[in-house]
């Protein structure tokens, strides 16, 4: 017991910064936005003895934030995994022991750097915000994780600037700005600071970031404007995790399934039959819609759903490839665009980013035998990479919408929608399934992970969820109303955009911010490693000299 006192009592500062940067991300606001690190960097720069040190000061940051920001691991190990509770407790320990190691790799690297040039405070610092970034950038995790994302949940202007270096960029300012204020507190090298000072200078640093939200504000401002408008309904039919189970293995619901979606799409039809599209979303129906499979029983019921509507449906559905000879790798998750007329717009999108675990086994391309080890494990094909699908939206007048289709967590990654934006998408559709997380934080999380896409390209983009939250947010920022979550609900939306948008800078550039700090990093070391070498050599000559 002495033992895990002393552990908590030595490591408390990097205790302490893992629990404010796990309560300033969504759900929570962004209350330590301006000191949730330091804790950790003070530790690193005047406590730690050495490297050891560091590195586990940095580990007890992030098994705190990854505690806290991603508890719902649990939950969808038991949900998806069928662990029990006990079992599914362990695969979270698991992954807060592993998901961020970049902050004690970050922690470490920093530590023996300053060592080895023998640095003060302000090439240290420099090197520590540079170094944090770039692992956290190339850290291979499930997808990007950072704090950019909550300027936007908490709706500060500031975000509007993610079209020029994208959230992961934000991300990087974040880290920036509390490395400045840190360097001011503590620029003396002591380690200690006045109260008086530390209040001075965090007044310039909440000055600097209400400067820069009030920027923000008007940076954005062009983007309100509009010269389109997509009508849409969105259908969320609230089907559990048990019934898609059962349906996608063919045990009888999936008749029900498809019934409920189409019951529902007639019902919100009615009431509003001036949309130019229905929306269901991811695997909405478990099924093979390609048009080889459109003459089976519940695929008829669909065809028979857009004979009667007369509206064009975008639904999430299987999709196979006859021509593939692995049996497995010719199932894809796929988005179809359906017209009134029983036929296939110009293309079917097939999900790229598979979800490991989930969609695809690691490894068992190489090693096939993993797939009889764990054949519980799907195994889907992988599709092309960022398409569009062209909806004629009035065919006779030339009146063609370009969507960028992402399907689930594709959505979560800049350089696929880059890839969207570059291919002429106008209007990004993400249809998503997150009824494996339950009523956590991560539906939440995800559901602006994915909206952020919007800012740094500056289209609008649209969400379809099972089980929610299913919305849509402007190329502004304005997020329309919103599902509940686990219910079922159906809303009519109207879309604005613009034809033909111009590319943002971030689609040009800023999507390679991490070029920029690579090249500074790596600069500042060289430059200090040679004119470290030069102080020696100048300091022996001396020596010899007297």
């Known amino acids: 017991m002495n033992k895990i006192l002393g552990f908590f009592k030595k490591y408390r500062l990097g205790i302490l910064s893992g629990l404010i940067v796990g309560t300033c991300y969504i759900p929570f606001h962004p209350w330590g936005i301006f000191f949730s690190y330091i804790p950790l960097w003070y530790w690193v720069f005047f406590k730690a003895q050495n490297g050891r040190d560091a590195f586990i000061a940095g580990w007890t940051t992030q098994f705190v934030l990854t505690l806290i920001g991603f508890h719902w691991i649990a939950y969808t190990a038991k949900a998806f995994g069928g662990f029990p509770w006990p079992l599914a407790l362990i695969v979270l320990f698991l992954f807060c022991l592993l998901a961020h190691l970049y902050i004690p790799i970050s922690m470490y690297l920093i530590f023996q750097i300053r060592k080895k040039f ?3 405070i302000g090439h240290g610092i420099f090197s520590c915000v540079a170094l944090v970034f770039l692992l956290e950038w190339f850290w291979p995790g499930i997808f990007p994780w950072h704090l950019g ?34 360097y001011f507190l ?67 619901f999936r008749d029900e399934i498809v019934k409920q979606y189409i019951d529902l799409s007639h019902s919100g039809l009615s009431d509003n039959a001036d949309v130019d599209m229905v929306i269901w979303p991811e695997v909405a129906i478990p099924e093979y ?26 639904a999430g559905a299987f999709s196979k490839d006859e021509s593939i000879a692995d049996a497995d790798r010719s199932v894809f998750n796929a988005l179809f665009l359906l017209d009134p007329n029983k036929r296939e717009m110009p293309r079917t999108y097939r999900k790229t980013h598979l979800l490991a675990f989930g969609e695809y086994l690691p490894g068992s391309q190489m090693f096939p035998f ?141 999507h390679h911010l991490w070029i920029v700090i690579m090249i500074a990093f790596f600069a500042h070391l060289l430059i200090n490693g040679v004119y470290d070498k030069f102080r020696k050599s100048r300091l022996g000559f001396t020596a010899q000299k007297n």
């Not at 908490?154 to 204020?181: C, E, M, R, T």
């Not at 065809?303 to 449906?313: A, H, I, P």
């Open 118 to 120: 023998d640095w003060g």
């Open 149 to 182: 994302y909550t300027v936007f949940w908490s709706k500060l202007p500031i975000y509007q600037f993610a079209d020029v270096i994208g959230f992961a960029g934000l991300s990087f300012l974040i880290f920036a700005g509390q490395g400045l204020i840190f």
């Open 186 to 252: 503590f620029r003396s090298g002591e380690g200690s600071f006045t109260p008086k000072r530390g209040l001075f200078h965090l007044g310039i640093a909440l000055a600097i970031f209400a400067l820069l939200n009030i920027a923000g504000y008007f940076h954005g401002l062009k983007w309100r404007s509009t010269n389109a408008e997509l009508k849409i309904l969105q259908v969320q039919a609230n089907i559990g995790n048990l019934e898609r189970m059962y349906a996608e293995v063919g045990k009888g």
């Open 289 to 314: 819609l390609d048009a080889n499979y459109l003459n089976k029983p519940n695929q008829a019921h669909i065809v028979d759903f857009l004979n009667r509507s007369q509206k064009t449906l975008l």
């Open 370 to 510: 993993l797939t009889k080890l764990l054949p519980f494990v799907s195994n889907f094909g992988r599709g092309p990479g960022p398409s569009i699908l062209i909806f004629p939206k009035d065919q006779a007048k030339g009146d063609f919408v370009h969507l960028g289709a992402q399907i689930c967590y594709e959505g979560l990654f800049p350089e696929f929608t880059v890839g969207l934006a570059q291919k002429g998408a106008e209007i990004l559709v993400n249809v998503t399934n997150d009824s494996w997380f339950g009523s956590t934080f991560e539906p939440h999380q995800h559901l602006y992970m994915t909206l952020a896409r919007a800012i740094e390209v500056r289209r609008p983009l649209i969400r379809s969820t099972n089980t929610g939250i299913t919305t849509f947010v402007t190329a502004y920022g304005d997020v329309a109303e919103k599902s509940p979550i686990n219910t079922v609900w159906v809303k009519r939306q109207i879309v604005p955009y613009r034809d033909n948008p111009e590319p943002t800078l971030f689609v040009q550039f800023g």
